[in-house]
């Protein structure tokens, strides 16, 4: 937590400096707590990425290779010829401003190279000088500077300092998309050692066991064993997890920090009781234990290397289809890569509901149906039970998270589900939901402790619109299908909006899902009376 | 600092124009030999660069998707600006290109620090300022075809009639003259004056506005102030559509700066910002369908890599498999 | 992907555009050079105005004589050029000269696609040919 209070974090200039923003310099020692720790030699190691070495941002010396510049250019220069988006998006920006005051981390921190278009300025200065005509002629006129180490250093703590939350990219009149850059400048510092360890530790604990947090198979297959010996002692409800079944119909992929912690772990359960209650014949996987990908942000081809066990497994398990859980980012690459990196999938068949007989056709080719579009169909269909007011203790809202957001467009399906199974439910602000949503400011490898004040910093649009809900409507439950949202949101939450907790949306549905044989409920899954204490008070 | 020097990069270009009059030579050459020159060096540098882009492969589809998915048959999909096909696309492109829709959605973002709020204001003046500049630059440019082509097309004339529709001053000030100027204006006080604009603004965004100015107030002047005979301008200017190189007789110092610095916007146009018009047009979040899902998109170069395989994973848990009473591939 | 097809049928719209006037003229019979005009025929020989001004700036001075006729009644012009007194008048003083509107006034107005609204008021005069 920042040594700040809210009321001082506050306090923001959005007016920027004097000086201009091409002389680079970045003091790294002064801001602790708005950058990550670089990445660990063991991890880089085992990834076999570039040069991997004992550094710290804040040494003078960042022990790049001899020829850094050179491989920096010519990785440039092979991305130019690979990627259309780098091309146009290096070339067409007219600097008009309107991404500007988008970004959450320059609405919370003032820093002026946090405004979207100079995020992207500070690739495209070295892409003036190295491969423009008028950038080698005019020089810093022409907007061009060279790639001095300083620059680097810049390219670290700004590149480090975005989401890939895609918001600006809404608002620019050419759709340039900062993630995409972003993910192209973290490519090419990759190319020379420069990372950080939230995205190299994940990235190789996903590929050696098959999640980013490492769990190994015995250990996935006890926790999740425990989370159901709990909620049998809870709520006497039994449910049966199946890992790892051949000839399943569905296989079942999740963020792994749904099955490690809390409050993720409430909405797992939920997603068991649902397919327990349905009688879906599904299998989770102790090898594709993550649908996460932090290769996201790392590099493409990383992300293709982490996403390969997903189709894998699902041909090795002979399954017909796939469904995903509520993840982020993991949808961004399961709807917006997977299917190129590792498709076709001919081994796979259409989608179709076995409860309900719908078919998806917007899944007809990836043959991976969003967990809210399977549940909101069982719904529509009425062929769930659901008692809405054993979440009248929650008022809730909903959190849209970035990628399902502005790289899927899964709007209506969450608040369909919230809405039929919680009798209380509010918006926040229009500007700030839907595509013009906040981010929770932990995403793309950012949501580490020694981050903090940067975190809590771009939290600020988000905490602010929870704060008004919370003030105008008595909003005590924020809801969200993001892994890493309910992993970041808890401290945001606690700092900028206290009183509101947070929870996954099949948290909810699980509450209110009647189950076959069920003895009567008095509390929720994480144990709690189903009515507020204060209520019962009042209640006469 | 960027906004002098480019004021007077603009300034010298025009003085450098108005030393064409001081002989047939340099009249000739500024007259008719540059804006020549210019117009091969913008068709044949638009075209290369438009390749250039289109050499690069679009690997990935990655549409920003600003609505509702098309999921479930019974959730209203927003198709124009979460497309699911070609015909939401191009809605959304013609939307796009025409009529700004993505800066339409702008936004202010007010910081109340002491009572601890964080507004988000609708602002509609870049959009505004940005459509009066792009549509009245379209007429003005069509509007100049009568010097072009002979005989005027009736549309022109039709054009003309509504652009001219206020019926103030002789010769008629057209509306989108003025437009233009206070558009520009706009678009450069606005540069000058916003905190943040002004400081990621860089020398070149300035050159770009006062060169269209310049183009813009030295047109003016000439068709309101300083009168040139257009007859003969438009008997030069066809001559050059049959290859003709002549610099029309009757005509002063406005003339060539207006048209030398249409020039330099020429040559400048493929190798600077400007290449925004046809970069609009290639740009991925915005041209491809969010249908990812439904339709498998192909990268050429999806390049051969393989993950850790199940076979991999399995023998290096071994030993904690059996222990857990996993079922095993491979005993 | 590179979905050439469609950029290039965009580049062919682009080049076509931005040449249009080329071919325009080249499909259209008449030919673009500047109207010949014809010369007075009452034996007059020299405009009110030098005919470099004439020509560029007619509509200013026939702008100023409208104002002064209409708003003071003075008529007399003196000639910037020659000192000469005029009477300020568009069907007196212009057309007896230039006397035919087609072959005068249109010729140039029509290659230039301008159509001034000097006649919604004053009657054109019927010409000498």
């Known amino acids: 937590m920042s040594e700040k209070s809210p009321q001082e974090l506050i306090q923001i200039d959005l007016n920027p400096p004097r000086k201009k923003w091409m002389d680079p310099s970045v003091d790294f020692e002064s801001r602790r707590g708005t950058w990550s720790y670089p990445g660990g030699v063991k991890s880089i190691e085992y990834m076999g990425f570039a040069n991997p070495r004992e550094w710290s941002p804040t040494d003078e010396d960042w022990k790049l290779p001899e020829n850094w510049q050179q491989i920096i250019h010519d990785g440039f220069k092979e991305r130019l010829g690979k990627y259309r988006s780098l091309r146009v998006f290096m070339e067409t920006c007219v600097r008009c401003g309107a991404c500007a005051d988008k970004c959450h981390f320059f609405i919370g921190s003032g820093d002026p190279k946090n405004m979207p278009v100079l995020r992207s300025e500070l690739l495209r200065s070295i892409y003036r000088n190295d491969f423009t005509l008028a950038g080698k002629i005019l020089g810093a006129f022409a907007g061009g500077r060279k790639l001095t180490l300083d620059v680097l250093k810049e390219w670290f703590y700004y590149f480090f300092q975005c989401t890939e939350c895609r918001r600006c990219s809404v608002y620019c009149p050419y759709g340039i998309d900062t993630a995409e850059v972003t993910m192209m400048a973290r490519e090419l510092m990759m190319l020379v050692g420069v990372n950080i360890n939230w995205i190299c530790e994940p990235v190789a604990n996903c590929h050696r066991t098959g999640n980013h947090l490492g769990i190994q198979p015995h250990t996935f297959k006890d926790n999740i064993e425990f989370l159901c010996e709990e909620l049998e002692d809870d709520l006497g409800i039994t449910v049966n997890p199946v890992i790892n079944k051949k000839g399943a119909e569905v296989l079942f992929i999740i963020p792994s920090a749904d099955y490690f912690a809390d409050p993720g772990t409430y909405t797992f359960i939920g997603y068991l009781m649902l397919f327990q209650q349905i009688g879906l014949d599904y299998t989770m996987s102790a090898y594709a234990s993550e649908g996460g990908n932090f290769g996201l942000f790392t590099s493409h081809d990383t992300i293709k290397k982490l996403n390969y066990k997903i189709y894998h497994e699902a041909k090795r398990l002979g399954v017909k289809w796939i469904i995903g859980g509520e993840c982020g980012h993991m949808w961004r690459v399961m709807h917006q890569y997977m299917d190129t990196m590792n498709g076709p999938t001919d081994f796979l068949e259409v989608p179709r509901s076995p409860i309900t007989g719908t078919v998806f056709e917007n899944a007809r080719s990836t043959k991976m149906v969003h967990i809210c579009e399977f549940t909101a169909d069982l719904i529509r269909n009425k062929k769930i039970k659901l008692d809405p007011s054993r979440n009248d203790k929650y008022r809730v809202t909903f959190h849209d998270s970035c990628n399902p957001s502005r790289a899927l467009g899964l709007f209506e399906e969450p608040r369909y589900i919230l809405k039929n199974v919680c009798n209380n439910f509010f918006e926040m602000p229009e500007n700030t939901i839907r595509e013009h949503t906040f981010c929770c400011a932990g995403g793309a490898g950012l949501g580490n402790d020694e981050n903090m004040e940067m975190r809590l910093r771009g939290g600020l649009p988000r905490g602010n619109a929870l704060k008004h809900v919370r003030d105008a409507h008595d909003v005590n439950l924020m809801s969200c299908i993001c892994a890493i949202d309910r992993a970041t949101l808890p401290p945001l939450a606690e700092y900028w909006a206290p009183g509101v907790e947070i929870s996954g949306v099949h948290e909810l549905v699980a509450n209110a899902l009647v189950m076959d044989g069920e003895t009567e409920r008095t509390k929720n899954l994480r144990g709690e009376s189903l009515k507020a204490e204060t209520e019962e008070t009042t209640d006469v | ?331 | 992907m590179y979905d050439a097809g469609k950029i290039i049928v965009g580049i062919v719209v682009f080049v076509v555009l931005a040449t249009s006037p080329l071919w325009f003229n080249a499909l259209t019979e008449a030919t673009p050079e500047a109207p010949k005009l014809t010369l007075p025929t009452n034996g007059s020989t020299e405009c009110v105005e030098a005919t470099g001004y004439m020509r560029a700036s007619h509509m200013d001075l026939l702008n100023q004589w409208r104002e002064q006729v209409v708003r003071t009644g003075q008529r007399d012009y003196v000639s910037s050029s020659s000192g000469k007194v005029f009477d300020m008048s568009l069907s007196r003083t212009c057309m007896d000269c230039h006397s035919n509107k087609a072959d005068f006034c249109d010729a140039c107005h029509t290659y230039m696609a301008v159509s001034p609204y000097c006649w919604d008021c004053h009657v054109e005069p019927k010409g000498a040919n």
């Open chain 2, 1 to 331: 600092m960027g906004a002098l020097v480019s004021l007077v990069a603009v300034a010298v270009l025009a003085l450098l124009a108005v030393t064409a009059v001081a002989s047939d030579n340099l009249r000739l050459v500024f007259g008719a030999v540059i804006p020549g020159v210019a117009f091969a060096v913008f068709l044949v540098g638009v075209v290369a660069r438009v390749t250039r882009w289109a050499r690069a492969p679009v690997p990935f589809r990655i549409p920003t998707t600003a609505g509702q998915q098309k999921s479930l048959p019974w959730i209203k999909n927003s198709e124009l600006d979460n497309p699911s096909g070609t015909l939401g696309v191009v809605g959304r492109m013609f939307l796009e290109v025409l009529f700004f829709r993505s800066l339409f959605r702008n936004t202010k973002v007010e910081l109340i620090t002491d009572k601890e709020k964080v507004n988000y204001i609708g602002t509609k003046y870049l959009w505004a300022a940005a459509m009066a500049f792009h549509w009245s630059m379209l007429i003005v440019v069509f509007r100049h075809f009568r010097f072009f082509v002979e005989p005027v097309p009736r549309v022109v004339e039709i054009i003309q009639s509504l652009d001219g529709f206020f019926q103030v001053g002789v010769p008629v000030i057209y509306a989108t003259s003025v437009l233009l100027i206070v558009s520009l204006g706009y678009l450069l006080l606005r540069r000058l004056a916003d905190a943040k604009v002004k400081y990621i603004s860089l020398p070149t965004d300035y050159f770009a506005l006062y060169l269209l100015l310049g183009i813009a107030i030295s047109g003016f002047l000439m068709r309101h102030l300083e009168k040139v005979d257009i007859v003969n301008v438009k008997a030069a200017i066809a001559g050059w559509a049959s290859f003709q190189l002549v610099a029309p007789e009757g005509v002063g110092a406005l003339y060539f700066i207006h048209v030398f610095l249409v020039s330099v916007l020429f040559v400048y146009f493929p190798f600077s910002k400007l290449l925004h018009a046809p970069g609009v047009f290639l740009s991925p979040t915005r041209n491809l369908a969010n249908n990812n899902r439904a339709k498998r998109h192909v990268n050429p170069w999806n390049p051969p890599i393989v993950g850790h395989t199940y076979a991999e994973w399995e023998e290096e848990f071994h030993d904690k498999l059996v222990a857990s009473g996993f079922v095993l591939d491979k005993e």
